[in-house]
């Protein structure tokens, strides 16, 4: 069995509640599991308000594994995934959400894939039976739809935050305010080794969703528009 080093990437805002049943989720999987030899715990505080850097701290003084990348301002998941993966020491990245949707056993399955074939560029996670309210599931399914008619990345669910990628591939792409959700089809579009895997999703214990349905549906149509001109420059410069 193939074991590696792994860096796990985490955005946190105003999760406060969240975090210890977290925590308390995360840390026995990635100590047990079978296929991790180093790992560390990039947690990136995107601007809270509340309690959450004082949550954070109280898990980082427990585990020298566990840094935390805290930012005045909230400035978005792109940028904080962005930021942990450039202070990140491992080639292997990991990015999961702060907030319980997604199962860190799950993590293990993303894992078990990369360990059959460790050419994977991207082992990324696909949500079923979405525990979200009716607008977000629907508005979701429309713009994947969508983007998968322009960029024909072959994914179901790009704003699944559960993802396993190579950080050489990841810095290769131009950075833009939303690229955590074009990260498949920039893998696809760069010719890249990509595996989709259907992973579990679970209801909202504490906290508010941060979604914003219409004003992320014009800015991703912009962004669309740019990955495309990307991807297409990049195949022309081939």
Do not use: W
Not at 82 to 95: A, D, H, M, P, Q
Not at 126 to 151: G, T, V, W, Y
Not at 200 to 207: C, Q
């Amino acid at each position: 069995m193939n074991r590696f080093d792994l860096s796990l990437i985490i955005p946190f805002y105003n999760e406060e509640e969240n975090i210890s049943l977290f925590f308390n989720e995360l840390i026995p999987i990635i100590t047990k599991s079978n296929y991790i030899k180093n790992y560390e715990i990039i947690c990136i505080n995107d601007g809270s308000i509340d309690n959450t850097l004082n949550k954070l701290k109280f898990f980082q003084s427990n585990s020298n594994l566990i840094k935390i990348i805290n930012l005045k301002n909230n400035l978005g998941q792109s940028n904080a995934i962005n930021l942990g993966v450039k202070s990140s020491i491992f080639e292997n990245c990991l990015t999961i959400d702060g907030d319980c949707q997604n199962d860190p056993k799950d993590i293990n399955l993303l894992l078990h894939e990369f360990s059959k074939n460790i050419n994977f560029d991207l082992i990324a996670g696909e949500r079923i039976n979405r525990k979200d309210n009716f607008i977000k599931r629907i508005s979701s399914r429309i713009a994947n739809k969508f983007r998968n008619i322009i960029l024909k990345d072959g994914c179901t669910d790009t704003g699944c935050s559960l993802k396993f990628f190579k950080k050489s591939a990841f810095i290769k792409f131009t950075y833009f305010n939303g690229i955590h959700r074009f990260l498949p089809a920039l893998f696809v579009g760069y010719g890249l080794k990509v595996k989709y895997l259907k992973v579990n999703h679970r209801y909202r214990k504490f906290g508010q969703s941060k979604y914003g349905t219409f004003k992320r549906l014009f800015k991703g149509l912009f962004n669309l528009y740019f990955v495309y001109r990307e991807i297409k420059k990049y195949n022309n410069e081939l």
